[in-house]
């Protein structure tokens, strides 16, 4: 039996296009694809490893054109009205080689060429203009003089070549200066996120801040919860070293060793038990950014004396690292072993009366006109407040640090302003309460700082 079966009734029949008809879009149109074709786009992202060269940084300078205008370099002489660029502060080029000079005996002067590539997201023009060092303590600006596409792809890189134009000085500066119509900066990480890297003005404002936001909190931080003697991060009070593995893990899934030179020193202990992993903790919710998963994760905890895991050498759990307590979940609903009653080591299931918020905290930030925040020091709630564990969407009992979370949750808008209020308030906070709303507080900067 053949594979295909095939209509062959009409096959000594052949029809042409009528005149004047155009042919089946699905044929010729934009929406053809051949087998071979592969449905994957390739995002910007994926090209930066293959762009080669020495990064060269520089003041860029795009010309604004109209439909009808043709580019060209830049011209001491014309008015500015006539020629207007958009600045690209900080834009960083790859130079595929060193800047190379040349005597020209024409003009009787020395001239400076280079080669270089850009970053997914330009498209330059001839007659563009850049401003970068040219040694001796002296800036040069460039002309623009041949731009060539290198690839086929929508992001892709150009190769340009420019040319040494004039040695800049405050005039030069102050005229090609008044001539900028748009001022925007280059974030190289942007390209990273998959987002456009130069930004205007005031989104780079507020990216630098949220950056500087986020340094500076990380810093404050380990300064605060980082053990030398234990070298892992330890929950404040009690005068006893307490290890929350599940704090510590989120800490380091949101943060990277270029970081901070601390973060790479963070030891994870090894708590590991197979009974723990069917729970569901607060701090995967939030990275996987699903509310609904707020009903199957536990909201209360435990300490338990590290003497407690396996005393085996060759494990070498908690029970060696010279910690007393560690942070284990007290659960709300029973897993499906535990209902079934199967062996194994069970974490008891919490009976305890609903958690009452700290009113007096709540109306003094208020007063103060800060931002409350959950305060569950001294009992057995972890993080958040029951109505924030107990609820989808924002609700007025819940304070306004949670319904901020909840928004995140639910892929709301964030003001980066509110976040950055939150930020200045840490202060005010205990310990405690920084040790487990900073992590939070710093995944939702790193969030807005993607979301520019």
């Known amino acids: 039996m053949p594979q295909f079966d095939f209509d062959h009734s009409n096959a000594s029949v052949i029809k042409a296009p009528l005149e004047g008809k155009s042919f089946n879009t699905e044929l010729t149109g934009e929406n053809y694809k051949h087998s071979v074709v592969s449905s994957q786009d390739y995002s910007a992202d994926m090209m930066l490893t293959g762009i080669e060269g020495a990064p060269y940084n520089i003041d860029y300078y795009a010309q604004m054109l109209t439909s009808t205008e043709e580019p060209r370099a830049f011209d001491i002489n014309l008015p500015a009205a006539f020629q207007q660029y958009q600045l690209i502060s900080n834009y960083e080029i790859r130079l595929t080689d060193e800047l190379s000079s040349d005597y020209s005996e024409k003009d009787n002067r020395l001239t400076l060429q280079g080669t270089a590539l850009t970053y997914p997201g330009l498209k330059p023009n001839v007659g563009d203009m850049l401003i970068g060092d040219i040694g001796d303590g002296k800036a040069g600006l460039f002309a623009i003089t041949s731009a060539v596409k290198k690839t086929r792809f929508e992001a892709t890189c150009y190769q340009i070549n420019f040319e040494l134009v004039y040695e800049v000085d405050g005039l030069i500066e102050k005229q090609i200066n008044d001539r900028v119509v748009k001022k925007t900066h280059f974030v190289k990480d942007y390209i990273n996120f998959g987002m456009d890297p130069v930004l205007a003005s005031d989104r780079y404002m507020a990216s630098k801040q949220l950056k500087q936001a986020v340094t500076d909190g990380l810093a404050e931080y380990l300064a605060e919860f980082y053990s030398y003697e234990y070298t892992t991060l330890l929950v404040p009070g009690n005068g006893v070293s307490t290890y929350d593995p599940f ?145 989808l969407k924002v609700t007025p009992e819940q304070s306004d640090f949670e319904n901020l979370v909840k928004r995140y949750l639910n892929k709301e808008h964030l003001d980066y302003q509110e976040l950055l209020k939150f930020f200045e308030q840490t202060d005010n906070w205990t310990s405690f309460q920084r040790y487990y709303l900073m992590p939070v507080l710093f995944m939702l900067l790193i969030y807005q700082l993607r979301s520019i």
């Open 247 to 391: 704090a510590v893990s989120f800490i380091l899934t949101i943060f990277e060793t270029k970081d901070h030179p601390l973060i790479g020193k963070i030891r994870q202990l090894n708590t590991d038990d197979p009974q723990l992993k069917k729970y569901i903790d607060i701090w995967s919710v939030l990275l996987k950014q699903q509310p609904r998963l707020l009903d199957n994760c536990f909201s209360q905890v435990q300490v338990v004396s590290a003497r407690s895991f396996s005393r085996n050498v060759l494990l070498q759990t908690v029970a060696f690292s010279g910690i007393d307590n560690v942070v284990l979940p007290v659960t709300r609903k029973m897993a499906i072993d535990d209902v079934l009653g199967l062996k194994g080591v069970r974490l008891p299931v919490s009976n305890n009366a609903a958690y009452t918020p700290n009113h007096e905290q709540i109306e003094a930030f208020k007063q103060e006109g800060l931002k409350t925040i959950p305060d569950v020091e001294g009992s057995q709630q972890y993080i958040f407040s029951d109505a924030f564990y107990n609820a």
